[in-house]
């Protein structure tokens, strides 16, 4: 959560920052604003709002200098308010942080702080301590500062008298950072870093980093110089743009028949599932006695569908735990629990936390990750990158799919390692798999009717969406999408529960979405289905186009899904669902890309 932005070269800063802060506005977009370290000393323009606002404030200032930090935040600590918008100064000490502070009360009184500040953050109280130990001597007031600290914290800091030079220090909450043709750079991700060069370097934890204009330069908290370790972005620019559609999110739904290809044809050798290049060794899959999938939200949701592949193709049991509520019900977790970690970003830090108390426990463990070199894939013992490329919509989609992409392979491999499968068995599997870009294709190509589906439950109050089994997995996500874009309340329900209490809900204005693809579970759902007909709900039901339906004029509206074998129904399902989320979205006139309190990278508990 927040983006942070730091530049320092020969270039005007204030241009650089508010470009990059754009680009990393969904990290957080309560508040933004920006400093610039010049001879006439350190300026400061933030306000509450968007960085278009920033942007206006800043061209009603004569902002001048090369070297600067920005910040774009999603509230913690302090409302949101122009005071308490970062860059925060005090004394000689300018800064913006990501993450929370948990003893900043402590800290308060421990350094008599009480009405010295003029924010209710935390992250006024860090610039505060950097104040009070600094003598001149950036790293050692670092040092100090930082041992005083706990919590998460992604720091880039300013000293007056410390002319061109960002210092930066972290720990859990993300920095990248890197060398430009006229500078240096850091960010809280590639995406701001991209446009100037594809070379990068993470941050370590509890290093403190130096950017001058003449490049970086990395120090350990004894004061010993670290070599950097370098990476490189293997996507192009372009991919952080909108690429002509009117929002990311629409952008990414295109993309998926890409990204999944991506991600399936390059593990595929001799037509059969490989995980060669990421070194996964068979054994792990094969010897594991359960498997545990912690993740959050969407990566969740891809997890539950890994679930149902597994238990049912390799008959092993699959737990899958939400990451926050992981450590709060005493995990059971050892030697013979294979541990995947699903996250696009890499640095939720629900997920990170519950990964390392399970590796902790003698776990093994594989993270399905987005973003190369994050946090989550550093920690695991393994991990498999899906090739989403950049994902900027906070609403996730295609690193959804290229997600479940990963766990169709894992299956995969592990009926292979577990000698589950004949060799046709997996050739069939796996020829299916390759066939999601197509039938993706043919799904977008609807764009037109799914929207049109979109505007019948455009006014609607609440939304059930009920299906079971994988269709109930498939809905989860589905309703998420919707909740999260739309802010149309919105519940995917296990149809078979509703008899349970829910059904109390489902009026003649309940719109309800039914999703069957499974041939073993048809039966069953077209009955409950006729159970909320009965009650006057106006059903769309998803279904494949083979289905003879016997009386499709009971259904308010049916979308026929090309037809892939039951197991692979989630993603043609999937994109769908996705579509009426973004067009509803869209119709409402709301920000698609971002929802209100939202933010793309969760970096707080
Ligand atoms: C919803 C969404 C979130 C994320 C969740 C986990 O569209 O994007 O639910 O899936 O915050 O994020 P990652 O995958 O980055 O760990």
């Not at 941050?203 to 950017?211: D, K, N, Q, R, S």
């Not at 999601?436 to 190509?445: C, N």
Request: proline fraction near 3%; hydrophobic fraction near 40%.
């Amino acid at each position: 959560m927040c983006g942070i932005i730091g530049y320092t070269g020969k270039s005007d800063a204030k241009d650089i920052m508010l470009d990059a802060l754009e680009l990393l506005e969904y990290r957080g977009y309560d508040s933004a604003g920006i400093a610039l370290l010049s001879k006439e000393g350190t300026q400061i323009c933030k306000r509450a709002g968007r960085v278009k606002d920033l942007r206006d404030l800043c061209a009603q200032k004569n902002l001048v200098g090369s070297c600067g930090i920005g910040h774009t935040r999603w509230a913690t600590h302090g409302g949101v308010c122009d005071e308490n918008a970062h860059p925060h100064r005090f004394g000689k000490v300018t800064l913006i942080h990501n993450g929370i502070i948990e003893n900043y009360r402590e800290l308060v009184e421990r350094y008599h702080l009480q009405g010295k500040l003029s924010s209710e953050t935390d992250s006024e109280v860090v610039a505060a301590v950097l104040e009070h130990f600094y003598t001149g001597d950036p790293y050692s007031a670092i040092r100090r500062t930082v041992l005083k600290l706990k919590g998460t914290f992604a720091l880039a800091i300013l000293f007056d008298d410390q002319p061109e030079k960002i210092y930066a220090v972290r720990n859990v909450s993300p920095i990248v950072a890197a060398v430009t043709t006229d500078g240096a750079m850091l960010s809280s991700d590639v995406a701001a870093i991209v446009p100037f060069t594809a070379d990068y370097f993470v941050m370590p934890e509890f290093h403190v980093v130096c950017l001058s204009k003449d490049g970086a330069q990395m120090f350990d908290l004894a004061g010993d110089h670290v070599e950097i370790e370098w990476l490189k972005v293997d996507w192009d620019v372009s991919r952080s743009s909108k690429g002509g559609y009117p929002f990311f999110m629409e952008k990414e739904i295109m993309e998926q028949p890409k990204v999944v290809g991506d991600t399936v044809l390059s593990r595929i050798r001799n037509g059969k599932p490989d995980f060669s290049k990421e070194g996964v060794p068979d054994h792990i899959l094969a010897d594991c006695q359960r498997i545990c999938v912690i993740a959050c939200g969407t990566a969740m949701h891809a997890g539950l569908v890994g679930k149902s592949l597994i238990q049912a193709m390799i008959g092993i049991h699959v737990d899958v735990v939400m990451a926050s509520e992981f450590m709060y019900n005493d995990p059971v977790v050892d030697s013979d629990t294979l541990v995947i970690a699903i996250s696009q970003s890499g640095e939720t830090i629900d997920t990170l936390e519950a990964l390392k108390f399970a590796r902790k426990c003698g776990s093994p463990s594989i993270s399905v990750v987005n973003v190369k070199g994050a946090s989550i894939a550093r920690a695991s013992e393994y991990v498999i990158y899906t090739c989403a490329g950049p994902e900027i919509a906070v609403a996730s989609t295609k690193a959804y799919t290229t997600q479940l992409a990963v766990l169709y392979l894992l299956t995969a491999r592990m009926a292979m390692a577990r000698g589950l499968w004949s060799e046709e068995e997996t050739l069939g599997y796996m020829s299916e798999l390759s066939r999601v870009p197509e039938v993706m294709e043919k799904v977008l190509s609807q764009k037109d009717e799914i929207h049109r589906l979109a505007g019948t439950i455009i006014n609607a109050r609440d939304v059930f969406m009920i299906g079971r089994g994988l269709d109930y997995s498939i809905l989860l996500e589905g309703s998420l999408k919707l909740k999260e874009v739309s802010y149309i309340h919105s519940e995917a329900y296990a149809s078979g529960e509703l008899k349970h209490g829910t059904i109390a809900l489902i009026t003649e204005d309940t719109p309800v979405i039914a999703v069957v693809t499974q041939e073993k579970l048809k039966s069953k759902e077209l009955s409950n289905i006729r159970e909320v007909q009965s009650r006057g709900a106006r059903v769309l039901l998803l279904i494949k186009e083979d289905e003879k339906l016997e009386d499709d004029k009971r259904f308010a509206n049916v979308f026929r899904l090309p037809v892939m074998e039951d197991a692979f129904m989630v993603m043609p399902a999937s994109i769908t669902l996705q579509l009426i989320a973004y067009f509803v979205s869209l119709d409402k006139g709301l920000d698609v890309d971002k929802p209100r309190n939202l933010a793309k990278v969760v970096t707080v508990e």
